[in-house]
């Protein structure tokens, strides 16, 4: 009797795809009058979702860690807030919808555009706040959003869809603004991705998820690992920084990709710095005990076991069949090197720090990008100093895009600690083969349109009179206005304004010379001892003297803009004074 189950699975991918396509048609239906929106009306149905999230923060929290077993319920209590509130609170403002800026030095107007339906990929290890992060930024950006969440978190991801989408019909956003897939398999979701509906990805998972999201043809935003160091460096205040080291590293039980995940202690504080560790809930590991966690821990394609992931390093001791103290909040590994040859050194989702000491910030600051290479590349960092020029250093020369300073990584690099936007989507840049190195918002989901005016008049060769070819025309030069006559536009000497007059008038076959005139000119000697001869002219000057009736009288060497030449050229108002040597 043949076996049902591959017959089970294959039903299920055609299901799950199935899914993926009439979900990304009923998103584009509902994206065109989305698109419609005003600002006020796209406000109005963010307001009503992240009120309606917010009041559920604690529920959502106790079914993620039920469902997926990853993490603690008071720390998602915490991101899940994070996204509903401070995410919110920041959006919130956002001008999203017609004329969102105007440059009036360049004469440019900027206007947004939606940019589709996006397909929003989101994680196991943090279900419901990612989940509510990304529907709102795309919401705010008037795009409609199709989520695919992890087949390990579907229940809790579905239900924050269906608060928001509840909430966000409650306030006129249209059917199918908001979807989800409830069948999930790999390619279902790749799928969705690939649908031409779908304008943009949001891509938060594993490497493998991201490579297939930046090759599925279509603009994406995709977060690998992190494998985040944290560099304690001589001047640092020692018992703060071990604090936000264990801090980032506890939070939810380490499953954030910017948590911590090695230290690298400067020698000259090495003593205090592991003090302080032990002092705080850290447990240090003997080789055997290293051998032993890295044998469960790792996995031969060097990943976490997600048997461990997210729990807390009393349960890991327990399942690796190794013994530390009940109050024991983080486990350390200390190694001497980083790559396959110590498992320890990957990206690890929970409470376990690769721990390495170094002789100086240099040697620390190779350290720090040997772990970056290995998992992290683009991603966060720490560095925990009182010294400028070492924090500039870092600042300068690490493959990191976000280098929190003085706070954990995990908190500073979302920027619940920091300035940093508020997002749950980090980009890793060229370093991480991501297309942005920002924290992803509503903005990233926008094109915008642009109104060029003319700010510059366009002169062609035929403007330029007869008989001027290609190869000896020269371009006529534009000339700031001076608003004193006599006076040089500021930032030109009269040596250069008038030798650049001179290359404007002979490209238009005039000859600047003792026995000529530079342009066509009256000789009245009369007029020319009546009146003081004037050294700049523009066009202004030339309309007032023929709204006048009167002459213009020039020096010889007198700065006359293109246009003033060629309109008292045709008026014939200009008289040369003789010049004088």
Not at 59 to 86: M, P
Not at 175 to 180: L, Q, T, V
Not at 191 to 213: F, S, W, Y
Not at 521 to 541: G, H, I, M, T
Request: glycine letters at 8%; aromatic letters at 6%; hydrophobic letters at 40%.
């Amino acid at each position: 009797m043949a076996d049902p189950a591959p017959a089970q699975a294959s039903d299920r991918d055609l299901a799950s795809i199935a899914e993926a396509r009439a979900l990304a048609r009923r998103a584009r239906q509902a994206w065109l009058e989305l698109a419609e929106f005003s600002q006020e009306r796209i406000d109005a149905v963010v307001d009503a979702m992240a009120a309606a999230i917010t009041q559920q923060a604690e529920a959502l929290a106790r079914l993620a860690v039920e469902e997926t077993g990853y993490g603690v319920v008071e720390d998602k209590i915490q991101k899940n807030l994070f996204s509903s509130q401070k995410v919110y609170n920041f959006i919130r403002p956002m001008k999203t919808v017609g004329v969102i800026a105007r440059h009036e030095d360049r004469r440019i107007v900027e206007i947004a555009e939606p940019f589709g339906v996006v397909a929003a990929v989101v994680p196991s290890t943090n279900p419901t706040s990612t989940a509510i992060y990304k529907i709102l930024i795309a919401i705010k950006a008037r795009c409609a959003v199709v989520l695919s969440p992890h087949p390990a978190a579907v229940k809790c991801i579905t239900r924050v869809a269906e608060i928001m989408d509840d909430a966000a019909r409650r306030a006129g956003a249209p059917a199918g603004a908001i979807n989800w897939m409830t069948t999930v398999t790999l390619e279902g979701t790749q799928e969705l991705m690939k649908q031409r509906e779908v304008a943009v990805i949001l891509a938060t998972g594993g490497m493998g998820l991201v490579r297939a999201a930046y090759s599925a043809g279509k603009p994406a935003y995709g977060v690998g690992p992190g494998n985040a160091p944290a560099f304690i460096e001589r001047t640092a205040d020692v018992k703060k920084a071990v604090h936000d080291v264990i801090t980032g590293k506890t939070f939810d039980n380490g499953v954030l990709c910017s948590s911590e995940n090695s230290v690298v202690v400067d020698a000259p504080v090495a003593d205090e710095v592991k003090r302080e560790f032990l002092s705080q809930g850290g447990y240090f590991m003997n080789a055997a005990e290293m051998d032993a966690v890295a044998k469960v821990l790792v996995s031969p394609q060097r990943l976490p076991n997600p048997a461990l992931v997210g729990k807390s390093a009393v349960v890991i001791a327990q399942k690796c069949g190794i013994t530390v103290p009940a109050e024991t909040r983080v486990l350390l590994a200390p190694l001497d090197g980083v790559g396959r040859d110590y498992p320890l050194s990957i990206e690890k989702l929970c409470p376990i720090l690769s721990y390495y000491v170094v002789a100086d910030w240099r040697e620390g600051c190779e350290r720090c990008k040997q772990i970056l290479r290995y998992g992290g590349m683009g991603h966060t960092m720490s560095i925990h100093s009182q010294n400028e020029q070492v924090i500039l250093e870092f600042g300068l020369h690490k493959p990191a895009f976000r280098i929190v300073v003085n706070s954990p990584t995990t908190h500073g690099s979302v920027g619940l600690s920091t300035g940093l936007d508020p997002a749950m989507t980090l980009g890793c840049g060229g370093y991480g083969g991501n297309i942005t190195s920002d924290n992803i918002s509503p903005r990233h989901l926008l094109n915008i349109k642009r109104l060029a005016y003319e700010v510059t008049p366009v002169v062609s060769r035929w403007d330029r009179g007869a008989g001027t070819s290609d190869s000896t025309a020269r371009p006529v030069p534009v000339l700031p206005s001076a608003p004193d006559r006599g006076v040089p536009a500021k930032g030109l000497s009269a040596n250069v304004l008038s030798k650049r007059i001179d290359e404007f008038l002979g490209s238009r076959g005039y000859v600047q010379a003792k026995d000529s005139r530079p342009f066509a000119a009256d000789s009245n000697p009369q007029a020319s001892a009546d009146q003081k001869p004037l050294d700049f002219v523009c066009e202004e000057d030339v309309r007032l003297a023929i709204q006048a009736g009167r002459k213009l009288v020039v020096s010889e060497r007198a700065i006359v803009t293109p246009a003033a030449h060629d309109l008292g050229a045709e008026h014939r108002v200009f008289t040369v004074a003789p010049w004088r040597g």
